[in-house]
């Protein structure tokens, strides 16, 4: 599975962004997938992540009632809706197939996209 994340970009606090990530190759191997962050300096962590089939979704608390993360299946698209940014939301976002059984660990994860900023400013 090849994964491409765009919609990355520059906002101001309070602005909004969208994320997609469109799947290639090997879709029938998905189960689900996620968004992980990674600011400067720090670890990469989970933001968001939903079931493929079901379309059940997960939320890190740190973006809950700001981001909704949906899927199209026939397009082979997660989105990643992100409204009320924070400067705290500044970061690498990554899309990924989840193939364990943690939602919430990167190392749960697998054919990672090459990422696209998110830049937020104050």
């Known amino acids: 599975v090849q994964l491409q994340a765009s919609g990355g970009g520059w906002a101001q606090t309070g602005g909004s962004l969208r994320l997609s990530c469109v799947a290639s190759?090997?879709?029938?191997?998905?189960?689900?997938m996620g968004w992980f962050r990674q600011a400067p300096g720090k670890e990469r962590n989970f933001v968001a992540a939903i079931s493929w089939r079901a379309g059940n979704t997960y939320l890190a608390d740190s973006v809950k009632g700001r981001f909704t993360i949906s899927r199209d299946n026939a397009k082979n698209t997660v989105n990643l809706q992100m409204n009320n940014l924070k400067p705290e939301d500044t970061a690498v976002y990554y899309c990924?197939?989840?193939?364990?059984?943690?939602?919430?660990?990167?190392?749960?994860?697998?054919?990672w996209g090459q990422g696209t900023l998110v830049t937020v400013s104050s």
């Open positions: 190759g090997s879709v029938v191997t998905i189960n689900s």
């Open positions: 990924a197939r989840r193939i364990g059984s943690s939602w919430y660990q990167p190392t749960e994860y697998d054919s």
